[in-house]
């Protein structure tokens, strides 16, 4: 799908291989997978995204990201 | 003891137990556990949200950021770079600066990594986070970790979820001379005298997470773990009697009859 208008892209989310639509920033993906953004940090590509550029950071198809958020644990034991 | 206040880094904490989040049958036991606690410090794992099940419910829909303060750990790194990166996405996602550092060196043991917690630690007091690391009982790493601007020392009191208590107590104490800030005895501890016996020593505070989680009854231990937390700490300011050798009557001598 090269000169095609790209309805949707490849991108490896959280390290599965995921479809979602072309044109999409990380605020607009956050909106599509349905995560609160609030408690969450995200990694594109190994850097991370601050909060304010969610808006304006554009996902690229073949990109790779990180969404991550706390859970419960203690120390290394917890896994 | 509202003059027997805990500060690090400008932060005030209510409690001097510390607990985690993990290995409880649920939130709501996790939660319940917590209460009973009587703790205000919370630590939490750094984990991939969970995009295919999203209707999973979340840590944080129990555990209130603005009655507890979390502190995000970086459980399970093995390498400095991961720890480094784990750390600055927990501060990225906007609820503290405060991060408890740690590096496994080593599966069987969980001991830290001392050389990468380190390096590690370097790059986030530089980044601005508050870098609280988990180490051994090291006092020259506790130095070290000072020097370069961690403004508390985690030292372990066993491994990892072992619940055997403090193994080594003279170099906690040697670690409180050495270093001129909070030490929380973190990882190792069984029950409640372990807790007591770390406040008794003088630490400022301990962090456990399998000693409520993984008892009998979490919910009856976190209380006991409250206790125990009060009772040291307490004994420690009132200071004990020495040790001695032989007896000392704790009645009078005067006045025994037949004498």
Not at chain 1, 12 to 33: A, M, Q, R
Not at chain 2, 39 to 54: A, G, L, P, W
Not at chain 2, 154 to 163: E, F, K, T, Y
Not at chain 2, 243 to 249: D, E, G, H, N, R
Request: glycine letters at 8%; one cysteine or more; charged letters at 25%.
């Amino acid at each position: 799908m090269n000169t095609d208008n790209c309805k949707h892209m490849n991108i490896t989310l959280n390290g599965e291989k995921k479809e979602v639509p072309g044109d999409i920033t990380v605020f607009g993906l956050l909106e599509f997978l349905k995560i609160q953004h609030q408690r969450v940090a995200v990694e594109l590509n190994m850097e991370i995204v601050k909060k304010d550029k969610y808006a304006t950071t554009a996902i690229k198809d073949g990109d790779s990201l990180e969404v991550v958020s706390f859970m419960g644990g203690g120390g290394f034991s917890s896994e | 003891m509202n003059d027997d206040k805990l500060i690090i880094a400008g932060i005030e904490f209510l409690s001097r137990l510390w607990v985690g989040t993990g290995k409880y049958k649920d939130f709501a036991e996790t939660k319940k556990a917590i209460e009973m606690s009587g703790t205000d410090v919370v630590t939490v794992s750094v984990r991939r949200v969970n995009i295919i099940d999203k209707s999973k419910e979340n840590l944080l829909d129990y555990i209130d950021p603005k009655k507890y303060k979390i502190l995000p750990n970086t459980a399970g790194c093995y390498n400095a770079k991961d720890a480094i990166r784990t750390a600055m996405l927990a501060a990225e996602a906007g609820i503290t600066k405060l991060v408890k550092l740690e590096v496994i060196g080593d599966q069987k043991t969980l001991y830290p990594d001392n050389e990468a917690t380190l390096e590690a630690a370097k790059v986030l007091v530089k980044e601005g986070l508050i870098v609280l690391p988990y180490t051994s009982d090291d006092p020259i790493m506790a130095r070290k970790l000072v020097d370069i601007g961690c403004p508390a020392i985690m030292p372990l009191a066993a491994p990892i979820g072992s619940g055997l208590g403090i193994r080594n107590p003279y170099n906690i104490r040697i670690i409180m001379e050495t270093v001129k800030v909070p030490i929380v005895v973190d990882a190792g501890v069984g029950t409640a005298s372990d807790v007591a016996l770390a406040m008794e020593l003088g630490c400022d505070a301990v962090l456990l997470n399998t000693a409520i989680a993984g008892a009998k009854d979490p919910i009856a231990m976190a209380e006991a773990m409250k206790y125990g937390v009060l009772a040291g700490r307490l004994a420690y300011k009132a200071g004990r009697i020495p040790k001695k050798l032989y007896a000392t009557a704790s009645s009078p001598l005067e006045g025994v009859i037949g004498s």
